[in-house]
């Protein structure tokens, strides 16, 4: 049985009125959440889910109007070995042929986003899960030729993910997009959440990663940036101190916050309720990235 001595009473008051000011300031706002495969992949795999989903009704039942963009690179790389298919790399980039695009499209939209959608709905009919594919919601064109069928966004057509909101469910987006012949495109998860947001006029855009935020050293726990700004961020590109998988994030950001959204946060997907603890509490937690 849970103890409730006068002071952990009062702890947890104190911590549901100090969300109070939170709850009021963000009801009816969009929030755009990206999930990202490797804090998916986590060691505890199914309770990193349940926290996750558990987090994302709450938004939705105190009024917030949450969007989920979903990536799945380490689940695609597991199938293609269980499929003994092996991959090519050009400039570091994961050559995408048409099997490999299928296959891409079967692991995002047949096993992690329905995963995903499974996990929220476990608390109620709240989580339609789709791609890019429906209603033109993402529209792509190859980057380059040599890399196959890795898309870049060429259009957002926000309009499905506006009647979701406004209809009360939870769209949970696999970052499948095709072109106007119908090729699929495999598109980054990152890139297409920022532009998401962007799309739906979003009051924020969240990052949740396998690290604890941006870092001014990336061998340096110690070394978290928790607030910066878009033009900062230009420099820790540009000087290489943002590498790999950390550059879609921060370019979505800075995108992102020029053009409307109000902040952008990169926060680590393996804490227990991250999500509450940034959005319902004074400290924050994790990099904020604000306009300037
Ligand atoms: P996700 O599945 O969330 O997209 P990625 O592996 O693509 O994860 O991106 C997160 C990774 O970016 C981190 O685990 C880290 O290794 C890398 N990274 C590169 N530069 C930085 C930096 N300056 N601060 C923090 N992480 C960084
Ligand atoms: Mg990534």
Redesign the pocket.
Known sequence: MTDFTPDTSSLRAETLVEALPYIRRFAGKTIVVKY????LAGTSDHDALALFAEDIVMMRLVGMRPVVVH?G?PQISEMMTRLGKTTEFVDGLRVTDAETVGIARMVLKGQVNPQLVAAINVHGNYAVGMSGVDAGLIRATARNERLGFVGDVTEINPAVVERLLDDEFIPVIATIGSDDTGQAFNIN??TVAGAIAEAVGAEKLI?????E????D?GDAASLIRQTTADHLDE?IADG??????IP?VASCQQAVRSGVQRAHILD?RIAHVLLLELFTDDGIGTMVVPS
């Not at 990202?36 to 804090?39: D, E, T, V």
């Not at 935020?213 to 001014?216: A, F, K, V």
């Open positions: 990202g495969g490797n804090a990536g690179g998860a990152d990052y949740l990663t396998d690290i935020g941006l870092r001014s990336v820790l101190t943002i590498a790999g998988g950390m994030k997907g």
